[in-house]
């Protein structure tokens, strides 16, 4: 069975910075897609950023160039740093992946910006 497990939410000020981390265990093969969504209240989920397996990215307009993603040396880790951080930011950010054509879901991790 497979578990996307999310790490390194949590309170920073505004223009601080925030690395998430997660990782998907549980699964012999590697994921194609892997991505960081964000839900704020009252509003629907967005893609934040997701990454290929051979490296290809794609942002959202409003974190182009604050926030950048990145697969770790371990199977099926990747990485959200997320720079200059702005209360509009502030939402529960959830790692997805899509493995062998399935999609998963982490349990959200939620980061707030404020001062």
């Known amino acids: 069975q497979v578990q996307l497990v999310e790490s390194g939410g949590g309170l920073v000020q505004p223009g601080g910075s925030l690395r998430l981390s997660c990782a998907a265990s549980?699964?012999?093969?590697?994921?194609?897609?892997m991505a960081w969504y964000r839900q704020a209240p009252g509003k629907q989920r967005e893609l934040v950023a997701s990454i290929r397996d051979g490296g290809f990215t794609v942002y959202a307009d409003s974190v182009r160039g604050q926030f950048t993603i990145s697969r770790g040396n371990a199977k099926n880790t990747v990485f959200l740093q997320m720079n200059s951080l702005k209360p509009e930011d502030t939402a529960v950010y959830y790692c997805?992946?899509?493995?062998?054509?399935?999609?998963?879901w982490g349990q959200g991790t939620q980061v707030t910006v404020s001062s």
């Open positions: 997805y992946a899509s493995i062998n054509l399935l999609n998963y």
């Open positions: 549980g699964s012999i093969f590697v994921a194609n897609i």
